[in-house]
T-cell receptor, first 117, second 113 residues
């Protein structure tokens, strides 16, 4: 059972454009939503994360938008650059005091982003 | 560099064999997680240890086991290997707080022939 659904599977944007990746979750106990960036041959690197008490978080060119009622969250990359070309994963976790809770991350399937120069 | 180290970087072995993957967490991190990344299943949580004790288990096969030692490094043991076990295995570590920021190592690529 996939608890975090990510789309699109792949995305091609032009340099300077906006990249948007979407995720939807089912488990309402999730309370932490990070995004990871992974380059080929490397481990995932934490990019930005949000908790459901805020609707948006911005760090530089990266913004997470969060819609608790719709159980959706998205990553926006402004002014996309060729160096942003990587695979992006959304993830979620639930607090340890919930049934079956743990700090373990449940990942989406990933989005391969290509930014053309 | 996340501060998490994993060895070896690559491992090639045959079906039926047993291997051990090693992970050293970031300094000060008490929690270690193991994840498997394959093309068809994506990133899947295997198991978590916190300060030497098992904390949570995911879809980890019975042929797989892990432990965390007093110096907090962890080992993932994979036995009776099958072709389908070929994957990238990542270790992540975190200070177990409400923020749950997990930092991933560079991974071990396991190839089972």
């Amino acid at each position: 059972q996939q608890q975090v659904k990510q789309s699109p599977q792949s995305l091609i944007v032009q340099k300077g454009g906006i990249s948007i990746i979407n995720c939807a979750y089912e488990n309402t106990a999730f309370d932490y939503f990070p995004w990871y960036q992974q380059f080929p041959g490397k481990g995932p690197a934490l990019l930005i994360a949000i908790r459901p008490d805020v609707s948006e978080k911005k760090e530089g060119r990266f913004t997470i938008s969060f819609n608790k009622s719709a159980k959706q969250f998205s990553l926006h990359i402004m002014d996309s650059q060729p160096g942003d070309s990587a695979t992006y994963f959304c993830a979620a976790s639930s607090p340890i005091f919930t049934q079956g809770g743990s700090e373990k991350l449940v990942f989406g399937k990933g989005t391969k982003l290509t930014v053309n120069p | 560099d996340s501060g998490v180290t994993q060895t070896p970087k690559h491992l090639i072995t045959a079906t039926g064999q047993r291997v051990t993957l090693r992970c050293s967490p970031r300094s000060g991190d008490l929690s270690v997680y193991w994840y498997q990344q394959s093309l068809d299943q994506g990133l899947q949580f295997l198991i978590q240890y916190y300060n030497g004790e098992e904390r949570a288990k995911g879809n980890i096969l019975e042929r797989f086991s892990a432990q965390q030692f007093p110096d907090l490094h962890s080992e993932l043991n994979l036995s009776s290997l099958e072709l389908g076990d070929s994957a990238l295995y990542f270790c992540a570590s975190s200070v177990v707080t409400s923020h749950n920021e997990q930092f991933f190592g560079p991974g071990t690529r396991l190839t089972v022939l």
